[in-house]
């Protein structure tokens, strides 16, 4: 075989593994979206503390892993172990008080309970006096109807002087008796009257009392209060991994005074991870939920992941900057905007453990599944 014919042959089979090549380019791009406007994404955990202090103590490195709960670093808590101590304080200030009340109400009722006894006993003492008074005037006209009779009987001259002076006796002796017993009866109702005055005024003072413990109360339940928000406030002096992950971006020493709600580490998280692909939305009017995808990681060339599509934004990528665009201003100018697609990765893979958020990556989307 020449030469000539051998280029020929060469050339015939170069064209013709060109074209079966570029079909098959073809045909996987109908069946396929990619993009390399795609990277590795996952959560980054600030690390903030509740409360301000200075920092006494760190017990984790730069990039080391650690667990949900680990403590971190410890801040200084004198000051907050002081709180504590005063809320405490308060709190059995307030019992004190408290019980103090409680006692008083009780001598108050037990006031009270007496008042009331001695206002029935004046009350009898009242019902005695008035039957004594009933009986005197019994008496008293019993020993007037005598005298008078008497009387007669002496005009008459048919009785002794000394019997009418006898009956004239025994009218005064009555007379006097019923001026006795009307003297103990209004003895007696001033006594009641003495004893109610005197049981409203406890009562009025127990009432007084008992408004105290309720405001006593009330000061007990808010020193409860601070004594609880004393020690949540110690507690956050131990500042403690909120998730489990690599803590990285360290940007604390001991010694440094920290504020509260400021950051001073992150925590990035390795059992979440998935991709951010920025499709064109010239690409998504065939991309679904659900479809396969194969993800082309740019630091392990040769290893691929498989995962399928999440979701989509629910705006472009532009609409989130800080500037988004304005087509109403100025000249416009059409541009081909980028929708993210949030790519849900499988866990089982060896490589999954060695993703890093932020790592470049290529995705291809089949359309077909």
């Not at 971190?72 to 504590?84: G, H, M, P, Q």
């Not at 008497?150 to 002794?160: F, H, I, M």
């Not at 064109?280 to 679904?288: A, F, S, V």
Request: glycine fraction near 6%.
């Amino acid at each position: 075989m020449d030469k000539k014919t051998l280029f020929r042959v060469g050339g015939v089979l170069i064209l013709a593994v060109a074209l079966f090549f570029g079909y098959s380019e073809f045909r996987y791009l109908q069946r396929h979206e990619t993009t390399d406007d795609a990277q590795i994404d996952g959560d980054v955990n600030p690390v903030i503390p509740k409360v301000g202090g200075y920092v006494k103590e760190i017990r984790f490195k730069d990039n080391q892993f650690v667990k949900e709960g680990d403590t971190l670093f410890v801040l200084d808590d004198a000051d907050y172990k002081i709180r504590v101590a005063q809320a405490d304080a308060a709190l059995q200030s307030a019992m004190a008080s408290d019980r103090v009340s409680r006692s008083q109400v009780n001598v108050a009722l037990a006031t009270v309970q007496s008042s009331q006894a001695s206002v029935q006993t004046a009350r009898d003492q009242v019902a005695t006096a008035q039957a004594n008074v009933v009986a005197a005037q019994a008496r008293a006209r019993r020993a007037n109807q005598d005298f008078e009779r008497y009387s007669r009987l002496l005009a008459e001259k048919t009785v002794p002087q000394q019997q009418f002076d006898a009956t004239q006796a025994e009218r005064d002796a009555a007379q006097a008796q019923l001026l006795a017993a009307q003297a103990q009866l209004r003895t007696a109702q001033s006594q009641v009257n003495a004893a109610g005055t005197q049981t409203g005024v406890t009562s009025s003072q127990s009432r007084a009392t008992q408004g105290q413990i309720s405001v006593a109360q009330a000061v007990i339940k808010q020193r409860k209060t601070d004594l609880d928000l004393a020690n949540l406030q110690l507690s956050y002096t131990i500042v403690r991994a909120p998730v489990s992950g690599v803590v990285s971006k360290r940007s604390v020493q001991i010694g440094q005074l920290v504020q509260a709600g400021q950051a001073v580490c992150s925590v990035v998280g390795n059992s979440n991870l998935w991709v951010t692909a920025n499709f064109k939305e010239t690409q998504l009017h065939q991309m679904q939920p659900g479809q396969t995808v194969e993800v082309d990681v740019d630091a392990f060339e040769g290893e691929k992941l498989k995962g399928h599509v999440g979701s989509f934004a629910g705006a472009t990528g532009a609409k989130f900057s800080l500037l988004p665009p304005d087509n109403a201003t100025g000249n416009y100018v059409k541009v081909v905007q980028r929708v993210p697609v949030r790519i849900e990765l499988e866990k089982n893979s060896q490589l999954y453990a060695k993703l890093r958020p932020g790592m470049s990556v290529t995705v291809a989307v089949d359309l077909q599944k």
